[in-house]
């Protein structure tokens, strides 16, 4: 059935999109990233233009990542003070990046700056992470627990304005989780990601985060950004299709639940072997379209 999609301006089949929310939604409650990697590229791919691309998909993210996010917490993987602090540093870093949307979008530029920015995040991003992952499968096993076993570099450990996370069992600077949420508000208002694929290897790398604490913790920290990335959208860019989006809603709640059902059968290094795979095919796949001639090379609009 076609749906005509008012701020994208085309008709589209409504069975795409809600498959498109639904796929997203499991990718974001199996590995605890809110999936904006795969939304943005994926409906570019289907032909919505990659601003309302951008704006729309933060309202998936919310629906997904409150789903995600339940489940986690019955399973009691959340922490919600670490979530908290992220969230402050998090909420600056979108409204930075709506006005920097805003003026390369002014400047005409944006849709060769999106591809561009998406392919140079998930390549080095998923080249890092299958690295990681398949290291990690095939090392020895070791005795010792995965629970802080990488300690912060002396530099985070001299930052002033130390902290204590008793969930997590960390004392740390605010600066350090308020860094990393700063980082992953940008990428939400700039480049439609949630920032879950960068923000779960931080928490863990940089932190020292349980590993069983990071997927519910970064999800929650996810909500309130994508929320308040897709209000400014909506504002000051008008790049928000309220009907695409509730679509692509639809589909992520029940993705994401079935997602988390699935998380506890996945080890975590196979898991981000996946996931790493997964990037690197969005990649390689946004890499060729933007060096394949287009069927048209010049298109006339009439506003």
């Given at each position: 059935m076609?749906?005509?999609l ?6 589209i ?14 990718v ?8 904006g ?8 791919f ?11 998909q ?9 789903s995600?996010?339940?489940g ?25 990046g ?28 998923g080249?890092?992470?299958l690295f ?10 070791s005795?010792r627990?995965?629970?802080n ?6 530099l ?5 304005y130390k ?15 308020g ?5 992953g ?12 694929f ?7 790398y ?6 069983l604490l ?5 999800l ?7 929320a ?15 009907l ?17 059902l ?11 072997v996946?996931l790493a795979?997964l ?25």
């Amino acid at each position: 059935m076609q749906v005509y999609l008012p701020i994208a301006e085309m008709s589209i089949p409504v069975e795409m999109i809600f498959l498109l929310g639904a796929f997203v939604g499991f990718v974001s409650g199996m590995f605890g990233v809110g999936g904006g990697f795969l939304t943005t590229p994926l409906l570019i791919f289907m032909g919505i233009p990659p601003a309302v691309a951008v704006g729309t998909q933060s309202c998936q993210l919310v629906a997904s990542g409150v789903s995600g996010v339940m489940g986690y917490w019955r399973k009691g993987s959340v922490d919600f003070m670490v979530g908290s602090v992220m969230l402050g540093g998090g909420l600056m870093g979108s409204l930075l990046g709506i006005f920097i949307f805003k003026f390369i979008r002014y400047l005409g530029q944006i849709d060769l700056i999106i591809s561009l920015l998406y392919i140079l995040f998930l390549g080095s991003v998923g080249l890092m992470m299958l690295f990681e992952g398949t290291f990690t499968m095939f090392k020895k096993k070791s005795m010792r627990s995965e629970f802080n076993r990488m300690k912060s570099p002396s530099l985070l450990s001299r930052l002033p304005y130390k902290m204590r996370f008793p969930r997590s069992k960390l004392y740390i600077s605010v600066f350090v989780p308020g860094g990393i949420g700063f980082v992953g508000g940008f990428l939400v208002s700039t480049m439609g990601i949630g920032g879950g694929f960068l923000l779960v290897p931080a928490m863990i790398y940089i932190l020292g985060m349980p590993t069983l604490l990071v997927a519910g913790t970064s999800l929650f920290q996810i909500i309130f950004t994508s929320a308040f990335a897709a209000i400014m959208h909506a504002i000051v860019n008008h790049s928000v299709d309220v009907l695409l989006a509730v679509i692509l809603i639809l589909g992520g709640v029940l993705g994401a639940r079935l997602g988390v059902l699935v998380s506890r059968r996945i080890a975590g290094a196979r898991g981000r072997v996946l996931l790493a795979l997964l990037v690197l095919a969005v990649c390689a796949q946004l890499g060729y379209n933007l060096f394949l001639e287009p069927s048209q090379l010049y298109v006339m609009t009439i506003k």
